[in-house]
């Protein structure tokens, strides 16, 4: 039980979510190449310059987004939120 307690938050982490998180990554690396739509012009010209910083090599347009996509999840969480406050 020691052993269970002095290794409590990283084991269960590394026991849950250990193969999610290593797929993830995967995912978020092949994510983070890609290029995205510009929200500005429309052209798929949109690329990561930096942790969440997105530039669009047609425009120039850059943004603030996720840090490995254009929209992060949290953002989307909370545009759900906000579209159902409104609805309730
Ligand atoms: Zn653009």
Do not use: D
């Amino acid at each position: 039980m020691a052993r269970t307690k002095k290794v409590k938050m990283a084991g269960r982490y590394g026991a849950r979510y250990g193969i999610r998180v290593r797929k993830s990554i995967v995912e978020i690396e092949s994510q983070q190449r890609q290029k995205y739509v510009c929200k500005r012009c429309g052209k798929k010209a949109v690329k990561r310059i930096g942790t969440a910083i997105w530039e669009c090599k047609s425009c120039g347009y850059k943004f603030a987004g996720g840090a490995y996509i254009p929209v992060s999840p949290a953002m989307k969480i909370v545009e759900q939120a906000v579209s159902r406050g409104r609805e309730a």
